[in-house]
Nanobody, 123 residues
């Protein structure tokens, strides 16, 4: 079964940047759409950005448009989330997830999940 592992989280000051990675094992990612989701304490998990299996279609939450960029390198079996101009409200646990067909960038559409990586934006 597809397994996903996130990495790249950490502590960063407001205005800083981080790049998150989602690496797959057991199966390759080229047949899967990938989504990045985040969950802040006491809040519902929300979709941040999603990308189709080929990379030809992307989706961004309004709150991150212009600041975050999702990309994938299927040859490396990895999906990335470049996060620029980070804000305190970006703080949360970031998860990557996979689904066979990209429909909507909402958590219930996704079948396989990583365990998450913590992103903290604070001065």
């Amino acid at each position: 079964q597809l397994q996903l592992v996130e990495s790249g989280g950490g502590l960063v000051q407001p205005g800083g940047s981080l790049t998150l990675s989602c690496a797959a094992s057991r199966f390759t990612l080229d047949n899967y759409a990938i989504g990045w989701f985040r969950q802040a304490p006491g809040k519902e998990r929300e979709g941040v950005s999603c990308i189709s299996s080929s990379g030809g279609r992307t989706n961004y939450a309004d709150s991150v448009k212009g600041r975050f960029t999702i990309s994938r390198d299927n040859a490396k079996n990895t999906v990335f989330l470049q996060m620029n101009n980070l804000k305190p409200e970006d703080t949360g646990i970031y998860y990557c997830a996979a689904v066979g067909l990209f429909r909507r960038c909402v958590s219930y559409e996704y079948d396989y999940w990583g365990r998450g990586t913590q992103v903290t934006v604070s001065s």
